[in-house]
């Protein structure tokens, strides 16, 4: 594990810019606005150039280097509050600020910055030597290395199956067990390789284990799910949620929140009475919308994304 690659820049190349903006309909608004996930800061600093002065922004992450760098890329613009916080505590930390209501809009830009998954030291790469790491928040205390060396046998199988869709979820995870203790992203790749078949396709037999652990490191799906609905309810009437996902799982629980709180009734099937608030979400696209042939050209892991809208009706 020599030369680990010492990433001072930061890079994120921001996924469909102008389609997440665009969709807040925030040009010269002086409304609240909420960036629930800062990274780069290539959403946020769109919004604060289009929103007044009057308007307000207050931006999420959990990572250290996400905010360092963007307190500084963003630090001309007064009316940004940055915050080092989990977008799962959007409720407390707007409390704290005085906000009862996000009167404007929400945007999600889910997943791993290009800066986290490139730098080495952060372990999210199976290309890169490093400990098994893969946090978003530095400060949490489960990483990787627990997950792949005190989960169960089972319980390897479910999340690679699961969160990676992995075929050989059985074969890795025994194969795992067996070679326990393992230490750094390059033993645990050069393991998977080993335990599955040579199979001649472009992906690394590894990507889908190490999303799956990433995945799991973080919580990212219950986080995601979690703090979505809360947001249904902390945005006013006329604000905007937008969220842009890369992975089937994520855009499938945005897909079912929408359309769950954009049909007329969410009670349970056998309710003898209605006792819901009925449709309080208009969904702006019905299928979602995608990046263009020049984006994805430019930057290709574009094309999995996948932006939803919706705006809350009442
Ligand atoms: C794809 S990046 C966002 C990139 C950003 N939109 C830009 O244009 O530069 C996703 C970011 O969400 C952050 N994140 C992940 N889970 C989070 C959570 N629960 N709360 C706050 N931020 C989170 C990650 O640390 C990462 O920096």
Redesign the pocket.
């Known amino acids: 594990m020599e030369n680990l690659e010492e990433k001072k820049e930061f890079h994120?190349y921001?996924?469909m810019?102008k389609e997440v903006v665009d969709s807040l309909n925030c040009d010269g608004s002086d409304k609240i606005f909420v960036?629930?996930?800062?990274?780069?800061?290539?959403?946020?600093e769109e919004i604060l150039k289009r929103i007044s002065k009057q308007g307000r922004l207050i931006a999420?992450?959990?990572?250290d280097d996400?905010i360092n760098h963007a307190k500084n890329r963003l630090k001309d613009y007064k009316n940004l509050a940055i915050i080092k916080?989990?977008?799962?505590d959007i409720d407390s930390h707007l409390k704290n600020l005085g906000i009862e209501k996000i009167t404007g809009g929400v945007?999600f830009?889910?997943?791993?910055?290009y800066?986290?998954l490139t730098t080495a030291q952060r372990g999210f790469s199976f290309m890169k030597d490093a400990p098994l790491d893969m946090r978003?928040?530095q400060q949490q205390t489960k990483t990787a290395y627990e997950v792949i060396n005190k989960y169960s046998e089972n319980e390897l199988v479910e999340i690679f199956s699961n969160y990676g869709q992995e075929r050989f979820s059985k074969r890795i995870a025994h194969a795992i067990i067996k070679n326990r203790p393992i230490e750094t992203t390059l033993e645990l790749a050069k393991l998977i390789q080993n335990s599955t078949p040579k199979i001649k396709t472009k992906i690394h037999s590894a990507t889908r284990v190490f999303q799956a652990l990433r995945i799991e490191v973080?919580g990212?799906l219950l986080?995601?799910e979690n703090?979505l609905k809360k947001t249904i309810s902390l945005v006013d009437i006329g604000a905007i949620i937008s969220v842009?996902t890369f992975h089937s799982l994520e855009d499938r629980i945005a897909k079912t929140i929408f359309k769950s709180y954009a049909s007329s009734c969410r009670c349970e099937k056998n309710a003898i009475k209605c006792t819901c608030e009925g449709k309080i979400l208009e969904l702006i696209n019905k299928k979602p919308l995608i990046a263009s042939v020049e984006e994805i050209a430019l930057n290709p892991p574009s094309r999995s994304a996948k932006l939803r809208i919706a705006k809350k009706i009442k």
């Open positions: 994120h921001t996924v810019k960036d629930c996930t800062l990274g780069g800061g290539g959403h946020s999420f992450d959990v990572d996400a916080g989990s977008y799962l945007i830009d889910l997943g791993a910055s800066h986290q978003f928040n973080n990212e986080n995601f703090t842009l």
